[in-house]
């Protein structure tokens, strides 16, 4: 459709939209750096305690492949009314009853984040809505495992829309331009708008649940949160959570498999000192 008549429609395609429960899809960046805002964000009590699980379940600000913004206030009033019936499912399946859940919600709120410390390179804070579930091995053994084993890094969430208004880059149409510049200045990623040179607004809408998902949700910006120790990649330069090893390939959780791979792997065996050779062990905690 032309922004012409996108907007002489717009009534129309909004009640459209309405109809569905909309599952957010994830947006997926390199695995989160841990940042003081998050950190502090919501307290809990033992960190150590594997079966808390800390989640970034939405990232506002960001144009998602439903063509929508979410803002600030999108979520809060449904938080605030409804933060107890908000639950933490298994890829938005909830025909199971108490199966499709794999552990119980204890706290759900919206946290102001740098961009940076989202992997996004741009300057100033966005808004996240961060959960922290205590995970239940009997509900999904399946599921509880694998965040144990940090294999789970996107979530996704279930909502209703409620309100939302147009956002246009033409000044031929007066309000839908001034909701376009009202927006646009504070998008992780502008280059999206640009290209579509529309989206939608959601002022408003009913949170019901948030999934670990097993693709790149519409909002990508959705990782657990790991309270691991930072690292100095000797590949990227990027501080990031300790190498791992995957079937003999070192990766770097940050830059990626096959750059971390070549950069510790392929160095010249008579470069290694000893020193060297404890490092590398140390890093990849064998």
Same mark, same amino acid.
């Given at each position: 459709?032309?922004?012409?008549?996108?907007?002489?429609?717009?009534? &129309?395609?909004?009640?459209?939209?309405?109809?569905?429960?909309?599952? %957010?899809?994830?947006?997926?960046?390199?695995?989160?750096? &841990?940042?003081?805002?998050?950190?502090?964000?919501? &307290?809990?009590?033992?960190?150590?305690?594997?079966?808390?699980?800390?989640?970034?379940?939405?990232?506002?600000?960001?144009?998602?492949?439903?063509?929508?913004?979410?803002?600030?206030?999108?979520?809060?009033?449904?938080?605030?009314?409804? +933060?107890?019936?908000?639950?933490?499912?298994?890829?938005?399946?909830?025909?199971?009853?108490?199966?499709?859940?794999?552990?119980?919600?204890? $706290?759900? #709120?919206?946290?102001?984040?740098?961009?940076?410390?989202?992997?996004?390179?741009?300057?100033?804070?966005?808004? *996240?809505?961060?959960?922290?579930?205590?995970?239940?091995?009997?509900? !999904?053994?399946?599921?509880? $495992?694998?965040?144990?084993?940090? &294999?789970?890094? #996107?979530?996704?969430?279930?909502?209703?829309?409620?309100?939302?208004?147009?956002?246009?880059?033409?000044?031929?149409?007066?309000?839908?331009?001034? !909701?376009?510049?009202?927006?646009?200045?504070?998008?992780?990623?502008?280059?999206?708008?640009?290209?579509?040179?529309?989206?939608?607004?959601?002022?408003?809408? +009913?949170?019901?649940?948030?999934? %670990?998902?097993?693709? $790149?949700?519409?909002?990508?910006?959705?990782? =657990?949160?790991?309270?691991?120790?930072?690292?100095? *990649?000797?590949? *990227?330069?990027?501080?990031?959570?300790?190498?791992?090893?995957?079937?003999? =390939?070192?990766? %770097? +959780?940050? *830059?990626?498999?096959?750059?971390?791979?070549?950069?510790?792997?392929?160095?010249?065996?008579?470069?290694?000192? #000893?020193?060297?050779?404890?490092?590398?062990?140390?890093?990849?905690?064998?």
């Amino acid at each position: 459709m032309t922004i012409d008549e996108i907007v002489k429609n717009k009534v &129309e395609l909004a009640n459209i939209k309405k109809l569905a429960i909309k599952h %957010c899809d994830s947006v997926s960046n390199s695995p989160l750096k &841990e940042s003081a805002d998050i950190a502090k964000s919501i &307290e809990i009590p033992n960190e150590d305690d594997k079966s808390l699980q800390k989640v970034i379940a939405n990232t506002y600000y960001w144009l998602d492949s439903h063509e929508d913004v979410h803002v600030k206030g999108t979520f809060t009033k449904s938080i605030q009314e409804n +933060k107890r019936k908000i639950y933490h499912l298994d890829n938005h399946d909830s025909k199971n009853g108490y199966r499709s859940k794999v552990g119980n919600v204890k $706290d759900i #709120q919206e946290i102001e984040v740098r961009w940076r410390d989202l992997g996004i390179n741009k300057n100033g804070k966005t808004i *996240c809505v961060i959960g922290v579930t205590e995970l239940n091995e009997d509900y !999904n053994k399946q599921v509880f $495992d694998a965040y144990e084993n940090g &294999e789970i890094d #996107q979530h996704s969430v279930g909502m209703v829309y409620l309100d939302m208004v147009l956002a246009v880059n033409d000044k031929n149409y007066p309000e839908e331009y001034k !909701n376009w510049n009202d927006v646009y200045p504070l998008l992780g990623n502008p280059e999206e708008a640009d290209s579509l040179g529309y989206f939608w607004i959601q002022k408003q809408a +009913k949170l019901k649940e948030f999934s %670990c998902v097993l693709w $790149d949700g519409s909002n990508s910006l959705t990782p =657990a949160i790991k309270n691991e120790n930072m690292q100095t *990649c000797d590949t *990227c330069k990027t501080d990031t959570p300790n190498l791992v090893v995957d079937s003999g =390939a070192i990766i %770097c +959780k940050v *830059c990626g498999t096959k750059k971390a791979e070549k950069s510790l792997l392929e160095q010249e065996p008579a470069a290694a000192t #000893q020193e060297d050779t404890t490092k590398f062990l140390s890093l990849i905690k064998i």
